[in-house]
């Protein structure tokens, strides 16, 4: 069975851009989680789509947004980056009924310059 | 909102050690804890998790437990391997709730197994 997938596996930006990562989650699941992993951090709770509607969002500005399609792959998108945006961006899905058991993604590494 | 502190940052055992990385929550409404393995390069794998209403599982080499009334939990890694030397996340959540779908992440442990 095939992971959580994510692309592009490396982003780089200069600030002030917009920056759109993509996330596909295992087949069946229909919930789809974006985290934060920024360096000496850990990881931070982003956003949390389920069944194409956002359920919650961490504490975060709201140019960061995203949306969950039909098909329950998700985007993120990263508007007027700041080079403190700089992070590792990790997908994570579950099957919601099984209780919030989140698997991740490899991530997408953004670099804003 | 959930806090979660992790101790050690680092952890060096010699290989066939134990290793045990402990977590305090702050909300005593979180009921899931999960744990996560990560390597280099990689996201955070899933290696073992336990709900509110039980007290230990065990998983061959991994086991976890969970104080309640202290708010905190441990990963228990037994006859340790090279393999095993990784950055690992302890995590809260509450299946329910304005916090629902939030999983709320310790600081990580660097974990070293020295053969």
């Known amino acids: 069975e095939a992971g959580v997938t994510q692309s592009p596996t490396h982003l780089i930006k200069t600030r002030g851009q917009q920056a759109t990562l993509r996330c596909s989650p295992i087949s069946g699941h229909t919930s789809v989680y974006w985290y934060q992993q920024a360096l000496g951090l850990g990881l931070q709770f982003l956003l949390w789509?389920?069944?194409?509607?956002?359920?919650n969002r961490g504490n975060f500005p709201p140019r960061f947004s995203g949306r969950q399609f039909p098909n329950y792959s998700s985007e993120l998108n990263v508007n007027a980056l700041e080079l403190e945006d700089s992070a590792l961006y990790l997908c994570a899905s579950s099957f919601e009924s099984w209780g919030n058991e989140q698997f991740f993604g490899p991530g997408t590494r953004l670099t804003v310059l | 909102g959930e806090n979660v502190e992790q101790h050690p940052s680092t952890l060096s055992v010699q290989e066939g050690d134990s290793a045990v990385i402990k977590c305090t929550y702050s909300?005593?409404?979180?009921?899931?804890f999960p744990w996560y393995k990560q390597e280099l390069g990689k996201g955070p794998q899933l290696i073992i998790d336990i709900r509110s209403n039980v007290g230990e599982k065990k998983d061959q080499r991994i086991a976890v437990t969970l104080n309640k009334t202290a708010k905190h939990f441990s990963l228990h890694i037994t006859e340790t391997q090279p393999e095993d030397s990784a950055v690992y996340f302890c995590?809260?959540?509450?299946?329910?709730?304005?916090?629902?779908?939030?999983?709320?992440f310790g600081q990580g442990t660097i974990l070293t197994v020295h053969p």
């Open positions: 995590a809260a959540s509450i299946t329910g709730g304005t916090s629902y779908g939030k999983l709320t």
């Open positions: 789509y389920d069944e194409g509607e956002e359920r």
């Open positions: 909300d005593s409404a979180s009921n899931y």
